[in-house]
Structures are given as C-alpha cells and as structure tokens.
T-cell receptor, first 114, second 114 residues
Framework: ETGVTQTPRHLVMGMTNKKSLKCEQH?????MYWYKQSAKKPLELMFV???????ENNSVPSRFSPECPNSSHLFLHLHTLQPEDSALYLC?????????????FGPGTRLTVL | AQSVTQLDSQVPVFEEAPVELRCNYS??????LFWYVQYPNQGLQLLLK??????LVKGINGFEAEFNKSQTSFHLRKPSVHISDTAEYFC????????????FGGGTRLMVKP
C-alpha cells in the first residue's frame, strides 16, 4: 500500500448505529487530518492530529469521536449520526513543522446516514 | 475570518480551449496558496503551490497559476484542456499562523466537452 488509504470506501448506517472510519498513511508523516466534504459546501476541517496529539477541533459535534493511536493511523468513530452527516469523509496527512507543507489525501469514505 | 472564494462553481469548456479558474483569498500579511484537483471517486491531489518567490507557479498536467498580491488572487490556467481534465478543482490557503490548517474554497467543476 502506498500513500493514504481509507476504509471502508462506502458506508451506509442507521441513526442508531455505531461505526468507525479508518485511515492509514504510508508516507512517514507526523500529522493527520479529518475533513468533511458535503455537496455544495467547502471542505470542512474536522480534526487535526500532530504527533498523535489533537491540536484542532473545529466545534465538531460529539457524535464524531477521533482517535489517533499512532502517527500512521487515524480513526473516526461515529455514533447516533443524523442524515445531514451524510458526506464524503476525507483523511489527509502531512509532514508537520511549518506552514506550506503539502497535504496528501486519501480517496475518502462515502457515508450515508439513513 | 480568513476565507477563499472560487467565483465559478462550474466552468464548461471545449477540448483544446484555454481555461482559467478563478480564486481570491482574504488579504493577509503572509499566505501560502494551493490548487488541488479531485477526480471522481478520488481524494484531492496537489496541482501546484505558491510559497514565495516567482509569482508564476507551474504545476503538474500543464497547469499554472499566478499569485497576484494586489488583487489577492491566485487564478489557475491551462492553455489547452483535455477531456481528462474534467474534475473538481479546489483553491486553498494556509494563512501561515495556522500551520498546516488549510482554508478551502467551494470548488470549481471543470467540464471539458469534446
């Protein structure tokens, strides 16, 4: 595997389900990100982890819970979601250490909440 | 708040014609600018970036962009497009004091017609 991988690629869940999205980066980076991409809206940064510590949480609802067990893996735990949470969830990684570093994106998980 | 504006949500163009995708950013003392491309069912891929130096930046796939500080713009151009350039294009800014936290524009869908 190379680059940034995400599983599953597609997920359909009910509002009462609990599921998790997984992201793995094979680039040796030390920062990882979760973004939400909804139709007709700019990408929204949800969480940022640098050196496995969360450094940013853009007022994301608590029904989204991130976990970063090591610098290569990032999870997004989902519970009691709402239909408006249906979107493409993108993971990215970069080499932290200053502005201007490129972020590398995974292919995303297409989430549908029924 | 800092923002990035992509004025055109869709740009239709015929194959082999030139194209310009517009991007304006909030004025800032220091800013790094990026263009990303997203092909269907894929994550974002970096086309080019401006950090400093020459205001004309060349990227992959024949794209280039020009940083214009006085107009706070970073428009993307290609002299002759191909069908394979059909994709969503995102302009993003790193306002330096946010490290690697990018602010994205709403995206422009480039539709190349034969």
């Amino acid at each position: 595997e190379t680059g940034v991988t995400q599983t599953p690629r597609h997920l359909v869940m009910g509002m009462t389900n609990k599921k998790s999205l997984k992201c793995e980066q094979h680039l040796g980076h030390n920062a990882m990100y979760w973004y939400k991409q909804s139709a007709k809206k700019p990408l929204e940064l949800m969480f940022v982890y640098s050196l496995e510590e969360r450094v940013e949480n853009n007022s994301v609802p608590s029904r989204f819970s991130p976990e970063c067990p090591n610098s290569s893996h990032l999870f997004l735990h989902l519970h009691t979601l709402q239909p408006e949470d249906s979107a493409l969830y993108l993971c990215a990684s970069s080499q932290d250490g200053g502005a201007g570093n490129e972020q590398f994106f995974g292919p995303g998980t297409r989430l549908t909440v029924l | 708040a800092q923002s990035v504006t992509q004025l055109d949500s869709q740009v239709p163009v015929f194959e082999e014609a030139p194209v310009e995708l517009r991007c304006n950013y909030s004025s800032s003392v220091s800013v790094y600018l990026f263009w990303y491309v997203q092909y269907p069912n894929q994550g974002l891929q970096l086309l080019l970036k401006y950090l400093s130096g020459s205001t004309l930046v060349k990227g992959i796939n024949g794209f280039e962009a020009e940083f214009n500080k006085s107009q706070t713009s970073f428009h993307l151009r290609k002299p002759s497009v191909h069908i394979s350039d059909t994709a969503e294009y995102f302009c993003a800014a790193d306002y330096n004091n946010a490290g690697n936290m990018l602010t994205f524009g709403g995206g422009t869908r480039l539709m190349v017609k034969p």
